[in-house]
């Protein structure tokens, strides 16, 4: 099975920063990666497909880059509401994996 | 607008069996694959299952295949998990959610709220 290792696994961060969240698969994916958020008590939300491409609806704040087995995500200016929880889902193979998730929480 | 609604979690003895339900509106649900995707207590996510637009092809996790089946009836836009043979480790949010394409290899664009499962004696 592919494996996916996301880093940092807890973020601080401050609003108006610039944060990247790296998602590392165990063998080439190609650009099958997708970023969502999740806040507590909430269902996960898409926010990138296909490694950048951005999500209808989500602001352009958000933006992903990479392929075959290193993937980033990046905010570059953070909200208020950015603060939650976020993984990377490859799902290159039949069995699609998720990383283990990356909290941002306000410095 | 699109709204996959889940049903037919609760309490359950180990070894226990329960049948999950997914609702879906709001798009043509029998051209998208389906899938379910859970969250233990405290955990991340977790793929469960697959199962694409006519419902021929499915795919499991190892954790779940042989105790978990994944249908659909697409007559009814409803989308199903029987889950059987009931661990304390299954007992999690099970949430279904909307493929963006037929088949197996897209992501995952709409989620349900979940239904809870708890495994325990």
């Known amino acids: 099975d592919i494996q996916v290792t996301q880093s940092p696994s807890t973020l601080s961060a401050s609003v108006g920063d610039r944060v990247t969240i790296t998602c590392r698969a165990s063998q080439s994916i190609s650009t099958w990666l997708a970023w969502f958020q999740q806040k507590p008590g909430k269902a996960p939300k898409l926010l990138i497909y296909d490694s950048s491409r951005l999500q209808s609806g989500v602001p352009s704040r958000f933006s992903g880059s990479g392929s075959g087995t290193e993937f980033t995500l990046t905010i570059s200016s953070l909200q208020p509401d950015d603060f939650a929880t976020y993984y990377c889902?490859?799902?290159?193979?039949?069995?699609?994996?998720f990383g283990q998730g990356t909290k941002l929480q306000i410095k | 607008e699109v709204q996959l609604l889940e049903s037919g979690g609760g309490l359950v003895q180990p070894g226990g069996s329960l049948r999950l339900s997914c609702a879906a509106s709001?798009?043509?649900?029998?051209?998208?694959?389906m899938t379910w995707v859970r969250q233990a207590p405290g955990k991340g996510l977790e793929w469960v299952s697959i199962?694409?637009?006519?419902?021929?092809?499915?795919n499991y996790a190892n954790s779940v295949k042989g105790r978990f089946t994944i249908s659909r009836d697409n007559s009814r836009n409803t989308l199903y998990l029987q889950v059987n043979s009931l661990r304390a480790e299954d007992t999690a949010v099970y949430y279904c959610?909307?493929?963006?394409?037929?088949?197996?290899?897209?992501?995952?664009?709409?989620w349900g709220q979940g239904t809870l499962v708890t495994v325990s004696s």
């Open positions: 709001g798009f043509a649900f029998s051209s998208y694959a």
């Open positions: 889902q490859q799902y290159n193979s039949y069995q699609n994996t």
């Open positions: 959610a909307k493929a963006q394409s037929s088949v197996s290899g897209t992501a995952f664009d709409y």
């Open positions: 199962i694409s637009d006519s419902g021929r092809t499915t």
